[in-house]
């Protein structure tokens, strides 16, 4: 063959196997002028041309719309040409020899394109394969054995067909080249009707599940180099069934993950789960990704009436997918740019809306989910405008910190239910996205049962949409959430109410059977909770007792519905806890622990219960709060280390009830280090001040045991701060220090008792008659110098601060109830999420329990100096919000008499929070102490009345000042009163506990 004739077929094959059908015939007609044996292979060659003109003439090739409805149980096939229309063909490629490959090839597929799957099949045994074949010759190979594989199937000789297939994928494996058109088209044909022939026998046939992901790989391999609509449908229903088979694989623990390049790398088990869990996440973004450029291609901006069901379903089946691996916060924020790219392609849908409320909830971003939670009951119906007025209408009972009144809204009734019956729909749709139980699977709803409720004329235009109708179990999860994010980490009782009486209204509507027991116990068990709350935050002493019977009758009403949930009995018990009705209590949380004995705070409640003096029984209390201790441990969830923090707090009050301050401060020291661990679990979140808050506590916990084991012996070691208690250690060195202690402040200050007293009212009044006479006493000269004065060091930090000029500084004399409010402004803080700052402040907080406990029992033993550092430190972790550290500080000043200085530290206190017990307390105590009752009476007639209504030294402080100016009756009562509360007092608050399970 001359060089002009090799040349000429090599343009011919290329040409050939990039498809260029109408450069084909020329080549063809040149080839056999510069080549004596081409006229077989010339008329093979214009036959295949002709073919494929008629087969494009026939059905756009380009146009999948016919596999539109595809799926592994029915798969379309391209409609078949006329006998008649390819009988000219055949006899041209019978006039020429019959053994060349493309001459008996191509015969076969005019057989085949016009249905005769018989002779299809008769004339393709035998068909050798040349291993070494190249170029179109490979192509014409494939061919075969893609119209071989479809043949068969569409004869239903399914077992032969499954082989086939088997084989066409072994074969497609071993191509080198995959971009080229011809190969492409005929690959993606085969492997599109081999994959969904293997998810529908999968079962049937016991197909493994390696050969089920290798072919659905390959048809990604072999696809992804063509244009986004290249055979859109097919490839949108190939990506579909992929993700559903990859998710099955994977919670089924049966997903093998893509074979490794290098054969020679070795993994432990251990290696080897964390690489196929990476490759499994891996291939589910690769493959959404392909998936959401082809649902894109599909669906445009809806017209009215219209729903892009395909796109919904995307969005369906990413958040059902980020469930299972566990909604890591990388794949959920793109899984947000996602939603964010839907909004464009639908019209106010109010599934995409429940998606990125929820997405925005995991991703801590909780105001921007509380926006998008209201957006969502408009969009459902169940919130209009006449419902958001009246949340301003109604009766004042919350307090906030701040000093701001919340009312407590006063929707019309019967106007919610209305609204509750537009949002149902009239049928049961489903809920979120349903996959089968095995890929494959034909799922056919089952014929629901007619609505029989009543249908009128629906009262909001949300509730007139049909094509965007949520489910009720979709409108209640994500009503719990919302409560649970209110109550939780939005401290917003009210709105928590709010929801859950619109939950409750819901299910009632719907009615229980329609979404289930389960799920209706978890509504009135949060509707138990969120009252809970209300009772706690009112400051209405009517509405108290009320909110507080509402809790319980939920609580009650959720254990009728499932008796067997921990968390119902645990919230039950928590609330007569609140209520003071110990031993019902004991009965529910003693119940929640033998459901579910690995929940802390239940421990914690326990402790608390047992450590009541009714109970009279300390000693079982500190063995209960041991045993929680040890199940604590087993524990390394960062909540959960938090719970054991609380918990190990109430430990070393208890120690040092039982065996004195001295052990109790030797536990201390582990509780240091034990907050550096949990400071170390939260690498990412970084302090304001720069660097890593984790190791900034990690750091000062280490410091802090340090410390602490020194102040065992002498406490020599000095604390320079640059804060607004001063630099103690200078104090110290001047001699005010030792002078105290020198000066005989041994008879003037007397110390306290090692053993605290059974009844803590006898502590009270032991207190009080310590107080009166320490007022007698000889002052000492022990000087706090600058305790209160301004910062003078660079960490000026000041309320209010601008670029122009700042205010005055919160340490400066200068009260105002709203200069700590833009002290956490999350707009400054770029880059962190609501929940990163909530969990910043809450190591924060904790650290500085830990500070003012040490603080408190180095007070118990008179050694002011050792206090006042702990003071200190607890300044330095947060002395803005912190009213805990302001109120120690008061209680140092009362201690040596220093009235004036600790009512300003109070004062203080009560502008870091407004509702601090403790500050409002103390602040009583220091006018009694200067004898100025009208204060003191008007200061606990507050607390007694609103949130401190369970405080027993509160009642009686105001039952002395009554018998002070004689009024018997009442002294007498608030005391009686005092004493009953006093037998029902935890060793800690009941605050402590979280008010979420």
């Not at 008649?84 to 076969?108: F, M, N, R, Y």
């Not at 729909?425 to 056919?444: C, K, L, W």
């Amino acid at each position: 063959m001359s060089s002009k004739a090799m040349q000429l077929a090599k343009d011919l094959d290329h040409a050939r196997c990039k498809g260029q059908w109408q450069n084909i015939p020329e080549l063809a007609r040149r080839y056999k002028k510069y080549s004596n044996d081409a006229s077989a292979l010339e008329q093979a060659v214009l036959a295949e041309t002709s073919l494929e003109s008629m087969i494009n003439s026939h059905v756009n090739a380009s146009d999948s719309t016919i596999y539109s409805q595809d799926a592994p149980h029915t798969a379309t096939l391209r409609p078949r040409l006329q006998p008649k229309q390819v009988k000219a063909l055949l006899e041209q490629l019978h006039a020429v020899d019959g053994s060349l490959l493309d001459v008996k090839v191509i015969t076969t597929r005019c057989y085949f394109e016009s249905g005769d799957y018989e002779l299809t099949l008769r004339n393709l045994d035998p068909l050798p394969l040349d291993d070494k074949a190249s170029g179109y010759s490979w192509i014409l190979q494939l061919q075969a054995m893609v119209i071989k594989a479809v043949s068969l199937e569409s004869t239903n000789d399914i077992p032969k067909a499954i082989i086939a297939y088997q084989d066409l994928t072994a074969y497609l494996e071993k191509a080198s080249v995959t971009t080229d058109r011809v190969l492409v088209d005929w690959a993606e044909e085969g492997l599109y009707r081999g994959s969904l022939l293997f998810l529908n026998q999968r079962q049937a046939a016991n197909l493994s599940t390696i050969l089920i992901l290798q072919t659905l790989r390959l048809y990604q391999n072999f696809t992804s180099s063509q244009p986004t609509h290249w055979r859109i449908h097919k490839r949108e229903i190939i990506s579909k069934y992929s993700l559903d088979f990859l998710s099955y694989c994977y919670q089924h623990e049966d997903y093998a993950p893509p074979p490794l390049g290098d054969t020679s790398v070795q993994m432990s088990p251990a290696e080897y789960e964390a690489y196929k869990q990476d490759m499994f996440v891996s291939e589910m973004t690769q493959l959404y990704s392909v998936y959401e450029k082809l649902v894109y291609g599909l669906v445009s901006f809806p017209s009215a009436g219209q729903t892009n069901v395909v796109l919904l379903d995307l969005v369906d089946r990413m958040a059902e997918d980020l469930e299972m691996i566990g909604n890591p916060p990388t794949e959920l924020r793109s899984f947000l740019e996602t939603l964010n790219r839907a909004t464009q392609r639908t019209f106010n849908s109010s599934k995409i809306t429940r998606h990125l409320f929820n997405t925005l909830y995991l991703l801590g971003e909780f105001k921007e989910a509380d926006h998008a939670l209201s957006s969502y009951l408009y969009l459902v119906g169940l919130q209009s405008q006449a419902t958001k007025d009246a949340q301003h209408l109604g009766q004042a009972v919350i307090l906030d910190p701040t000093g701001k009144l919340t009312p407590l809204p006063m929707p019309d009734k019967a106007l919610l239910k209305q609204l509750a019956d537009d949002a149902i729909p009239d049928t049961p749709v489903q809920a979120t996205h349903h996959r089968p139980s095995f890929p494959g699977e034909n799922i056919s709803a089952a014929p629901s049962a007619p609505d029989t409720r009543h249908r009128r004329r629906p009262s909001t235009i949300a509730a007139r949409r049909t094509d965007d109708k949520e489910s009720v179990e979709d409108i209640l999860h994500v009503l719990l959430r919302g409560i649970r994010m209110y109550d939780k980490y939005l401290d917003k009782s009210v709105h928590a109410v709010e929801l859950a009486d619109l939950a409750k209204i819901v299910l009632q509507a719907a009615g229980v059977q329609a979404s289930g027991r389960p799920l209706a116990a978890r509504v009135y068990r949060n509707l138990g909770a969120a009252y809970g709350v209300l009772a706690r935050h009112t400051v209405d002493p009517d509405q108290r007792p009320i909110y507080h019977e509402m809790a319980i009758q939920y609580l009650q009403e959720s254990l009728t519905l499932n008796d067997r949930s921990w968390e119902t009995y645990y919230q039950l018990g928590k609330q007569y806890a609140d209520m003071r009705n110990i031993n019902d209590a004991l009965k529910a949380v003693v119940r929640s622990l033998e459901l579910n004995a690995k929940y802390i705070p239940a421990w914690h409640l326990l402790v608390l219960l047992y450590s009541c003096p009714g109970q009279d029984n300390v000693t079982k209390a500190l063995q209960t709060c041991e045993l929680g201790l040890q199940e604590a441990r087993r524990h390394d969830d960062t909540e959960d280390y938090v719970h054991l923090l609380m918990l190990k707090l109430t430990h070393i009050r208890l120690v040092a009830l039982v065996h004195g301050n001295d052990k109790a401060l030797t536990c201390q020291e582990e509780l240091f280090t034990l907050y550096g661990r949990l400071a170390l679990m939260d690498p990412d979140i970084d302090s304001p001040h720069g660097g890593s808050i984790a190791q900034t506590s990690a750091d000062n916990a280490a410091a802090a045991s340090n410390g602490l084991h020194a102040s065992q012996a002498t406490f020599q070691r000095d604390l320079v701060v640059s804060g607004s208690l001063g630099n103690l250690a200078e104090s110290s060195s001047n001699g005010t220090s030792s002078s105290l202690l020198a000066d005989g402040s041994t008879s003037s200050l007397h110390r306290l008792q090692q053993r605290r007293p059974k009844h803590h009212l006898a502590m009270i009044l032991s207190s009080h008659h310590y107080q009166s006479a320490k007022a007698n006493s000889k002052k000492g000269t022990y000087k706090l110098k600058g305790l209160l004065r301004k910062r003078k060091s660079h960490s000026k930090l000041s309320i209010g601060e601008s670029g122009n000029g700042s205010k005055a500084s919160f340490h400066s004399g200068s009260l105002s109830v709203a200069s700590n409010k833009s002290i956490y402004d999350t707009e400054a803080l770029a880059g962190h999420t609501t929940f990163t700052f909530i969990q910043r402040k809450r190591m924060r907080h904790v650290l500085c329990l830990l500070w003012i406990q040490a603080a408190d029992l180095f007070l118990d033993q008179d050694r002011l100096d050792e206090a006042l550092k702990a003071i200190e430190e607890a300044e330095k972790v947060n002395w803005t919000t912190e009213s805990r550290v302001w109120c120690a500080l008061g209680k140092v000043h009362l201690r040596l008499s220093q009235y004036e200085d600790a009512t300003d530290a109070f004062r203080k206190g009560m502008v870091a929070d407004a509702l601090d017990l403790d500050c409002r307390l103390w602040l009583a105590k220091s006018y009694m102490e200067r004898n100025q009752l009208a204060m003191a009476e008007g200061i606990l007639d507050t607390i007694t009345q609103g949130t401190g209504w369970d405080c027993t030294e509160a009642w009686f402080r105001l039952g002395d000042i009554y018998g002070q100016t004689q009024r018997l009756q009442q002294s007498k009562n608030y005391l009686f009163y005092a004493l009953e509360l006093d037998e029902t007092q935890p060793i800690q608050p009941f605050t402590l506990l979280p008010t979420c399970t």
